[in-house]
């Protein structure tokens, strides 16, 4: 398996695997349902015109993981995650977020943030596990950051 960037012919692929990874982990993640699709074809075209998103690919080259990571934000990096359903349990997540810490300190980052919705709890402890720590709230989401990115 590889990481790199995304393509705009990917934008329908992505779109689904987000979508798709978005609610099924609703039973594992979330107390209640969330209420809309996570992600739609304008977003993740601009996302991918950014550069800001990149996909991890399996060894038929299919897309199985997505992470979003955003250079603009002002002091620190910031990342959403997502992957296939059949391919969880296989440390996907902690794969493309190392990826992630790594461009993070390409970019001469100090901190790396993640906006995690109120309703994950149990996501926000996935992250404390790896070394993130709640930081603030924004809107109706924690915001749990990895500050010593060396």
């Known amino acids: 398996m590889y990481i790199r960037e995304a393509s705009l012919t990917e934008v329908h692929q992505v779109v689904r695997l ?6 099924s982990r609703q039973k594992a993640f979330f107390e209640e349902s969330p209420e809309s699709l996570r992600t739609d074809e304008i977003e993740v075209q601009s996302l991918i015109a950014k550069r800001n998103l990149f996909v991890l690919i399996n060894e038929v080259e299919e897309i199985v993981g997505t992470i979003l990571y955003d250079r603009e934000a002002i002091s620190f990096g ?3 995650i997502s992957a296939d359903e059949k391919y969880r349990g296989r440390n996907l997540g902690e794969k493309l977020i190392t990826f ?5 300190r390409e970019d ?5 943030a993640i906006e995690v919705l109120n309703i994950a709890p149990k996501l926000i402890s996935y992250y404390n596990k790896l070394g993130y720590e709640p930081t603030g709230v924004v809107h109706d989401s924690r915001v749990v950051s990895k500050a010593a990115l060396k």
Request: proline share 0%.
């Open 18 to 23: 987000v979508n798709d990874s978005y609610w």
């Open 108 to 112: 001469r980052q100090t901190k790396i």
């Open 100 to 104: 992630i810490e790594n461009k993070a």
């Open 78 to 80: 910031l990342f959403t």
